[in-house]
């Protein structure tokens, strides 16, 4: 099977991209929009054939999956050893991410038609939204970790571009310099990641590096610095490039932020797709954790498991729709970051990489029909916070039930998806850390009741008085909502038992069971939160403002994130800045810029002063010509004779 | 020496082609006359375009009478880089050519560009001096010609004498040259003097006067004072014309002379390499700093960067060999976008100082743009192809050991990003009361500035292209 029409699923985007951004502005805002859905549809299309070629025809080989290379050329040569190529790398956890990445982003642009509908930069918006599709795409099919690196920063530039898509306004403006500055500070650490992989194993080819017999296993393992081996060191240092893309605890901070973004910039990017890069980065990498370095797999496990909980906490509070959003984002992140970390490598100890991936795409459907039925509930009542909402499920039938079901989903309600692959990220936590196990079940608790807080809230409550009627939103933005509900119940229990046929840490296949203890607790934890929340929440009471009271400091610690902008504002501004800036600009203004200042002056003075050479008079010119040669010749003649 | 046949003329296609189109623009001239300015416009572009292609066939190498012409596969691709650039410079010519002060004179244009390729190919492939030396002159007097091609314009004709007048000096010391090479080894064969060339004080003679020669083409400082005269006085395109294809092709050629033929002495013209490479990257960058015009401007950032092409020369490696090439490469495509928007600016307003570039992004976005990736890409500024190319060539310099001359080297680079950047900020930031007004150009110039824009951004990604250059090329060590 030949598979090099692979390409095209980024190289459509990419044209799509250059006609958008070149042409766009140039004709109908339509069209932009036309070129671009017909582009991502078309990658959509051959991603689905991809991967039922993959999977079900060629990809298994005496039982394992292979990885297929089905397009590659050599971009830099270094040496002979070293060198930095781009390619398609297909292997089952690639053709999944194709799969997410193009349904997602194909309902995000049909979304946008009627969301952005009337907007000045419409043309832009696609142009962007394709580029964007074009480096996630890039990213998820690289060969290399190089290849991989271009296309992360590339989706980090595209997603600055689409937070600061409304850059009139401040606030979006900001939100972008956060997220830019945030993940490209983690970037920096992946960075050197690489550099310190490439120099212990001499390649950056993923083929070569997750090898289980390979060398790259042990080359690094001995020489350590702080009791940990360099390869420790190197993994934890690309894990801090992926925990700033996947906005795990300390680096979440810009996630909240990136709200700012048009809200299907938010279904797609925040919620679905760049956000899981960090995620997909150690499942790529996954082999190498598991085997090479130990300690680097634990760190992932206690950051992922602390980020889901500290989310969940915060989510509670916050009174922004979107905002409520983004923080059960990163718990959910953080669910698929600990079951990473907890897999082991084949068969039932290694169900933590498989109930890791499958949460990813899971979560994918329903998160992004979360934000996208936010996005349509925004579109109608013009606000995002819940306080201006309630009775909604009167004006809005269709969102509202799509909303119900993306809701019951991510609360873990069997049988909508969230269920099944939470329940086997539980499995695998119960089989390796009890600690993390029970952290993820509160987790999971919380979870329901924020959800559902945030449901009773919109859609049930007391009815406002609204400006105008809210109204059910176009067909344009009702059908993905539809589509991704759809999604949201079948991505779960229609593969069950199945899933793990597909994707596996050793690429075996494996059959999965449902674990009914485990199960059976989970779904009276998550019961249990929306009670809860229904007695709240459900009716207009003054239990929750009393609740509020009652918590006093704690529930504002909540409110306001823990405090971490804070803190983050006060390390920046006054020791960094203060304590290192400072005293830098100084030197830089009085000595740096002094002696630049010193140099141009003398560069201009030299440049001034041979001016007059350049006469303009021919005999000059053919007097200079033959001073040359002869000159050149005496001076040979002086060295040879020497 | 091979015994000839008629069959073997095929090693010559390049030259054969190139003088059937010069016949037919003659016959298209007679038939068609001069009145029909779009057919002839057309048929001129269709024709070259053709010529062009027929040169990616593939061809068999070899060498005719008795080894005074002789091809490889490294030449054939110098031809064809050749081919596409003056390609371009056609297209990119076509709406000035239409314009009523070149009224009848259309052909003379093609007509005097084809013949000097032809001399350049010759000297690309010559394989004895004297078939060196004719190839030279073909493609040095219509070059004067094509100077003065705006005969009514003082500073034209101005510039066609000068250029005249220069290159014959030039060839008189390189003729001299020649003939002490033949007086002291008896031979002007290039495959006899790679034999027998040793270091007596009458090769050494014969190699700075050739060198100077070529230099002279190269515009290497101290032979350059022609150069900003010259290519201020000649027409826009000619101008673009002769910094870009003449000055690559003569540096090929410089470059090949110095790796066969005097690779015995590459102790000595290393020293030779060394100091004019030094003097020109620095004078260049001096005079550039302060032009006003953007001929004058293009005419000393086009001396700074043969400065730089001599790195890979000097590096005398296989490595500075294949870096060499790829970097003219880039060099035509980066400057012919350059070229092309100054043209086509010149063009429509008559425009050509920097000054009149301010604010060229709001009214023309695409052409400010495309002069953008032109003059990124002169400057080294990834991910342009430039980049990659000055990459490389520091690379190769470093690799044969030249760490001072490479320290030198990224000195004037970054003085050179001074003066690239003032034309950006002109575009981008100087606001203007009355900029250039919005305008739209005819499809040849948009076509040519597509396809250098294409080189520019394309020739960087792929990798390939680098690796086949440097596995057809050869260094001074083998």
Do not use: C
């Not at chain 2, 040519?448 to 440097?470: E, K, P, Q, R």
Request: charged share 10%; proline share 3%.
């Amino acid at each position: 099977m030949d598979f090099q029409y692979t390409i095209l699923i980024p190289g459509l985007m990419f044209l799509s991209f250059v006609y958008n951004i070149l042409w766009g502005r140039t004709q109908a805002p339509k069209i932009a929009g036309l070129i671009g859905t017909t582009s991502i549809l078309i990658a959509a299309i051959l991603s689905y054939y991809t991967a039922y070629q993959y999977f079900f025809n060629v990809g298994l080989v005496n039982g394992t999956f292979q990885a297929i290379i089905p397009f590659k050329m050599e971009w830099l040569r270094f040496n002979d050893l070293l060198f930095i190529d781009m390619g398609v790398l297909l292997d089952p956890i690639s053709i999944m991410m194709l799969v997410v990445v193009t349904t997602i982003s194909s309902m995000v642009h049909i979304y946008s038609f009627g969301y952005m509908h009337g907007d000045d930069g419409f043309p832009r918006f696609y142009a962007f939204l394709s580029l964007f599709s074009f480096s996630m795409l890039g990213l998820v099919i690289a060969t290399n970790i190089f290849q991989m690196y271009v296309f992360w920063e590339l989706v980090g530039v595209s997603s600055f571009l689409l937070i600061g898509y409304y850059y009139q306004k401040p606030s979006a403006v900001s939100a972008a310099k956060k997220a830019f500055i945030v993940t490209r500070f983690a970037d920096f650490g992946f960075l050197v990641g690489i550099l310190l992989i490439s120099y212990i194993t001499g390649t950056f080819d993923f083929g070569l590096l997750n090898d289980p017999n390979g060398a790259a296993m042990t080359q690094g393992a001995g020489a350590g610095f702080l009791g940990l081996s360099v390869m420790t060191w190197a993994l934890i240092l690309m894990f801090i490039g992926g925990a700033g893309k996947s906005a795990m605890f300390p680096l979440h901070i810009w996630l909240p932020d990136a709200m700012e973004g048009p809200t299907p910039v938010s279904a797609l990017i925040h919620a679905a797709t760049m956000v899981v890069a960090g995620v997909y980065l150690v499942a790529r990498m996954f082999p190498l954790f598991h085997i090479a370095a130990p300690d680097a797999q634990q760190v992932v496990l206690a950051v992922g498991g602390f980020t889901s909980l500290f989310a969940a906490v915060i989510a509670i509070t916050q009174i922004d729709i979107k905002r409520v959003l983004a923080f059960s984002t990163l718990s959910q992140l953080g669910y698929m970051m600990a079951a990473l970390g907890a897999s082991g490598y084949g068969a039932e100890e290694g169900i933590g990489y498989t109930a890791s991936m499958w949460h990813l795409f899971t979560h994918a459907m329903f998160k992004a029909l979360l934000f996208l039925g936010a996005g349509s509930i925004i579109h109608a009542v013009h606000s995002n916070n819940m306080t201006d909402m309630g009775g909604l499920r009167k004006y809005m039938p269709i969102t509202h039930l799509t909303f119900l079901i993306g809701t019951l989903a991510i609360a873990g309600i069997p049988p909508f998806a969230g269920f099944f692959s939470k329940d086997e990220i539980l499995v695998a936590l119960h089989q390796s850390s009890h600690l993390w196990y029970w952290v993820e079940v509160v987790t999971a608790g919380l979870t329901a009741f924020y959800m559902f807080r945030l449901y009773f809230n919109v859609f049930w409550g007391e009815n406002r008085h609204y400006h105008h009627a809210p109204h059910e939103s176009g067909l344009a933005m009702t059908f993905p909502l539809m589509f991704l509900a759809f999604m949201a119940i079948v991505s779960g229990g229609f593969f069950m038992f199945d899933f793990g046929q597909f994707i596996s840490a050793n690429l075996v296949p494996y059959d999965i069971h449902i674990h009914w203890d485990v199960a059976g607790f989970s779904i009276a934890v998550a019961v249990v939160g929306i009670s809860v929340a229904t007695v709240l929440y459900m009716k207009p009471s003054a239990i929750p403002a009393k609740l509020a009271n009652a918590f006093g400091p704690l529930y504002k610690a909540t409110y306001n994130k823990f405090y971490f902008d804070e803190i983050y504002l006060f390390v920046t501004h006054k020791i960094v800045f203060g304590l290192i800036a400072r005293p830098s600009a100084w030197f830089d203004r009085h000595v740096v810029d002094g002696l630049m200042n010193a140099l141009a002056w003398i560069t201009n003075l030299a440049s001034n002063s041979i001016k007059g050479v350049q006469s303009g008079q021919l005999q000059h010119y053919a007097m200079s010509f033959v001073t040359g040669s002869v000159a050149l010749v005496l001076f040979l003649l002086y060295f040879m004779t020497r | 020496m091979s015994i000839m046949n008629l069959n073997s003329f095929i090693y010559m296609r390049h030259e054969l082609v190139l003088v059937a189109v010069i016949l037919l623009f003659l016959l298209a001239e007679i038939v068609v006359g001069s009145k029909n300015k779009n057919f002839t416009v057309n048929f001129a572009a269709g024709l070259f375009l053709l010529a062009t292609a027929i040169g990616f066939l593939p061809i068999p190498y070899g060498e005719m009478f008795g080894g005074m012409y002789q091809t490889s596969e490294v030449n054939i691709l110098m031809k064809n880089v050749l081919n596409v650039g003056v390609l371009i410079v056609f297209l990119q010519s076509i709406a000035w050519l239409k314009k009523d002060e070149n009224e009848g004179r259309i052909t003379e244009f093609f007509l005097l560009i084809v013949s000097t390729l032809v001399g350049m190919d010759y000297m690309i492939s010559a394989g004895d001096f004297l078939m060196f030396y004719l190839g030279l002159e073909l493609a040095t007097i219509p070059m004067a010609a094509l100077a003065a091609y705006q005969v009514y314009s003082i500073k034209s004709a101005e510039a066609g004498i000068k250029l005249l007048l220069l290159a014959a000096l030039s060839s008189g010391i390189m003729l001299y040259g020649v003939s002490m090479l033949y007086g002291a080894n008896e031979s002007l064969y290039f495959a006899d003097l790679i034999q027998n060339l040793s270091n007596n004080p009458l090769n050494i003679l014969g190699l700075i006067f050739v060198f100077s020669g070529l230099a002279f083409k190269i515009s290497i400082v101290p032979f350059h004072f022609w150069t900003a005269d010259v290519y201020e006085g000649a027409p826009m395109n000619v101008t673009s014309y002769m910094s870009v294809i003449s000055k690559a092709s003569a540096a090929f050629v410089l470059m090949t002379l110095l790796f066969t033929v005097f690779k015995q002495l590459s102790q000595e013209w290393t020293y030779a390499l060394y100091i004019t490479s030094v003097l020109t990257m620095t004078m260049g960058n001096l005079f550039a700093l302060r032009q006003k015009n953007i001929k004058r401007y293009l005419a000393f950032s086009s001396i700074a960067q043969a400065g730089f092409i001599f790195l890979g020369i000097i590096a005398g490696s296989q490595m500075g060999m294949s870096t060499v090439i790829y970097f003219l490469a880039i060099y035509i495509f980066s400057n012919l976008a350059v070229f092309g928007v100054a043209g086509a600016i010149f063009n429509q307003t008559g425009k050509e100082s920097i000054d009149d570039y301010n604010g060229l992004y709001k009214t023309n976005p695409a052409l400010a743009l495309t002069m953008t990736f032109g003059l990124f890409s002169l400057a080294g500024i990834p991910p342009v192809a430039g980049f990659f190319g000055k990459f490389f060539l520091f690379t190769a310099a470093m690799e044969s050991g030249f760490l001072w001359l490479t320290v030198i080297a990224v000195v004037n680079t970054i003085i050179s990003l001074y003066y690239y950047l003032l034309i950006i900020k002109a575009m981008y930031i100087i606001p203007n009361d009355q900029p250039i007004e919005k305008f739209s150009s005819d499809f040849y110039m948009k076509a040519g500035l597509i396809l250098a824009t294409v080189g520019i951004l394309s020739i960087g990604f792929f990798g390939g292209i680098h690796n086949y250059i440097f596995d057809i090329s050869f260094g001074i060590l083998n």
